[in-house]
């Protein structure tokens, strides 16, 4: 049986954990589509420089693990004169970490819009950047929908990064009731539901989002 009275005795410390979750979650979402995108665009840019940029970027920030990266902003941010609280350096580690994935699956949506349509739209008069804003982007974002609803549910699981480093998300908060209480499975059950009622919405609305392109194509 759950010990449901560990979880309503600590109830204000896990809806302390569960809104950082959710804050960190919304900013790092923003903040690593619109990463994500940028570099994207660099990737397939007719510009050698804006390539190798884009290219260096996601080869080496994909294939360094989330929890090096949350940690060297953490620990690595005070030697550079501008220290970072936990919150703040997963955060960031998390947007950049996120954005390098997101890179990669706008990059594949791009390529699937027709080369016609950048010609088209280039010969019109368009500039690079007016074309991909106004005519490749608004197509290619309708078909990897599936990919960043993924990514974006990936997202939300990694947020528990910040628990190592101090930065008050759900986990951080589940190690403090478990040290308080001396229980882990029960406590950390209940964390995993709170990350269930993040989850499941997210997954659900990803489905219908992508039914709902799908028809209006």
Do not use: C
Not at 47 to 55: D, E, F, H, S, T
Not at 133 to 161: C, D, E, H, T
Not at 183 to 193: E, G, K
Request: glycine share 8%; aromatic share 14%.
């Amino acid at each position: 049986m759950l010990r449901f009275d560990i979880l309503f005795k600590h109830w204000d410390m896990y809806m302390l954990g569960f809104g950082n979750t959710v804050k960190v979650s919304l900013i790092a979402l923003v903040a690593s589509f619109i990463l994500g995108t940028i570099v994207a665009v660099f990737r397939i840019a007719p510009w050698r420089p804006l390539n190798w940029i884009g290219a260096v970027y996601v080869e080496f920030i994909r294939n360094i693990p989330l929890l090096l990266i949350a940690l060297l902003f953490f620990l690595g941010s005070p030697a550079m004169g501008l220290p970072l609280d936990g919150f703040e350096a997963g955060t960031i580690g998390l947007s950049i970490y996120t954005a390098s994935f997101i890179a990669e699956a706008i990059r594949a949506g791009i390529q699937a819009v027709p080369r016609g349509q950048t010609e088209a739209a280039r010969s019109s008069g368009l500039t690079y950047m007016q074309t991909m804003r106004y005519v490749v982007l608004p197509q290619a974002m309708k078909i990897v929908i599936p990919p960043l609803g993924n990514q974006f549910l990936n997202l939300v699981k990694n947020s528990s990064v910040l628990g190592v480093i101090a930065g008050l998300d759900l986990m951080y908060y589940a190690d403090l009731v478990s040290t308080k209480t001396f229980v882990t499975f029960d406590v950390y059950i209940f964390v995993a539901l709170f990350y269930l009622v993040l989850t499941i919405p997210i997954s659900f609305g990803v489905r219908y989002l992508e039914k709902r392109l799908a028809h209006g194509r």
